[in-house]
Nanobody, 131 residues
């Protein structure tokens, strides 16, 4: 059964850190581009970061550039999102998704249309940044 499961969310103070995990079962993450997306209350879902399967450069939204780092552990079939210097506007439900290899200017793409359908999305993990 194909499944993506996110974990690692929680409540953190501004300036704090969290590491989110996206673990796959039923398929091999190393064969796919993996994207992280988030949806804040009352807002549209937006791309946060992605990692390509072929070694292209990772991509980050401007709002998280320099604070978030995406990485893979193929042995664990897991992709991580290390989040540092968290801000209240990082509060959202974070989702991971798998997609085919699509590179633009040697970077994966942070648009949902380039990712597979619902089966290749996790159910999300909530991150709350608040004092």
């Amino acid at each position: 059964q194909l499944q993506l499961v996110e974990s690692g969310g929680g409540l953190v103070q501004p300036g704090g850190t969290l590491r989110l995990s996206c673990t796959a079962s039923g398929f091999t993450l190393a064969d796919y581009t993996i994207g992280w997306f988030r949806q804040a209350p009352g807002k549209e879902r937006e791309g946060v970061s992605c990692s390509s399967s072929s070694g292209g450069n990772p991509n980050y939204a401007d709002s998280v550039q320099g604070r978030f780092t995406i990485s893979r552990d193929n042995a664990e079939n897991t992709v991580y999102l290390q989040m540092s210097n968290l801000r209240p506007d990082d509060t959202a439900v974070y989702y991971c998704a798998a997609g085919p290899e699509v590179l633009i200017r040697n970077m994966c793409v942070l648009e949902e249309k380039y990712y597979y359908g619902a089966t290749y999305w996790g159910k999300g993990t909530a991150v709350t940044v608040s004092s």
